[in-house]
């Protein structure tokens, strides 16, 4: 959940014009098959609040000069399901899925994770799922878990590196031990209280924030911009220790095959259209296409997962992401480099656009897949 600039939003138009298309359960229809949301820069406007358990569609249209991000969140304030990068005059449907209970929806101008909010009641029950999507989100957080052992693993040998100030060391475990987090990104920030803490880019603080400044990308900073790690041991111990804690977090974690995979593998492409073919999110380092690649694994783990879901359902979606999912995966080659890639400032505007095409093309059918799991 990160600020946006133009330039981003220009890599990212095609995805986020890229719409689900989807009927709301059980008659709540009030747009067309779904429930409107009207946002602007400093309302959210819903149009029903009494809504049936099961799939629901909002159709969020964003009536502001500001980007704008649609949320769900859980009573405690964490996101149940969120829709990123909804751009000033555009509208999209998002397709979640909602268990009994008291929610608040949420509409933040600007993408700051604030903003005017609704409370909402969903009742009722569900109908009875798919006993392979039950599989496949079990196989899913086994997947979630073992990438978050690998990242602190990885991390704890830069972190080494960091104490001992052997800054060449630590430049080449640095975007290793981003690679676990990057695959899972969109679980992880459901812990609004530690992607923060871990992840922040300095791009995105406001001047006050500064001072509480840690993570990732300060010892990149401090790496590829100051050259020197000294005085920096505690940032390490930090980071190992707030990942530590989102590992202890994670057993008691309960993810949904429509809102926490096939929203998570948008997510992680839309991270991959506002971030990474951008530029913006490895600013010192440029090791952009690491996360890149990360990004498009995590999100092709997750169709894998579903797949056969998907194929049985909707045999042609099937198709459409295997073969861009392969397009995506076959440029990325064009720029390795030994076990990793090519620094990103070195990727001309030419190739910098055909990543851009590609991801913007498999972002198309990915934006379809939650409607398809949702049946």
Request: with cysteine.
């Amino acid at each position: 959940m990160r600020p946006v600039s133009v330039l981003a939003l220009a890599g990212a138009a095609a995805v986020s014009m890229s719409l689900l298309a989807a009927c709301g359960g059980d008659g709540e229809a009030d747009a067309a098959g779904g429930i409107a949301v009207t946002a602007t820069d400093d309302s959210c406007e819903v149009a029903k609040t009494e809504l049936t358990a099961g799939k629901t569609t909002f159709k969020v249209s964003n009536k502001g000069s500001k980007v704008n991000e649609f949320e769900v969140l859980k009573p405690d304030g964490k996101i149940l399901a969120e829709r990123e990068n909804i751009g000033p005059g555009t509208s999209v449907d998002f397709v979640v899925n909602l268990p009994a209970g008291q929610y608040k929806v949420l509409c933040s101008a600007g993408q700051t994770g604030k903003g005017p909010s609704q409370n909402v009641t969903v009742s009722g029950k569900a109908a009875g799922g798919d006993q392979r999507l039950a599989q496949a989100t079990a196989d899913y957080k086994t997947y979630v878990i073992g990438k978050l052992d690998d990242t602190i693993g990885k991390t704890r040998k830069f972190v080494d590196a960091v104490k001992a100030d052997d800054v060449a060391k630590a430049k080449e475990l640095y975007a290793p031990s981003r690679v676990g987090w990057e695959t899972i990104e969109p679980v992880a920030e459901k812990f609004g209280d530690i992607d923060p803490k871990v992840d922040a880019r300095e791009a995105d603080l406001k001047p006050e924030e500064k001072k509480d400044w840690s993570g990732w990308h300060l010892l990149e900073k401090a790496l590829w911009e100051d050259g020197s790690v000294k005085g920096k041991e505690k940032y390490g111990d930090r980071l190992l220790k707030d990942l530590e804690t989102l590992k202890s977090r994670l057993p008691g974690l309960t993810l949904d095959p429509v809102n926490d995979m096939a929203g998570g593998a948008k997510e992680l492409l839309d991270e991959v259209a506002t971030g990474k073919v951008t530029g913006e999110e490895e600013a010192f380092s440029h090791t952009d296409l690491v996360d890149f690649k990360a990004n498009v694994d995590g999100a092709k783990k997750i169709y894998d997962l579903l797949k056969p879901v998907v194929q049985e359902r909707d045999a042609q979606l099937a198709k459409d992401l295997d073969d861009n999912f392969a397009g995506v995966e076959s440029l990325l080659k064009k720029h390795e480099k030994g076990d990793g890639y090519v620094s990103y400032d070195k990727v001309g505007k030419g190739d910098r656009k055909d990543l851009a095409d590609a991801v913007n093309a498999l972002g198309e059918p990915l934006s379809k897949l939650a409607e398809v799991v949702a049946k």
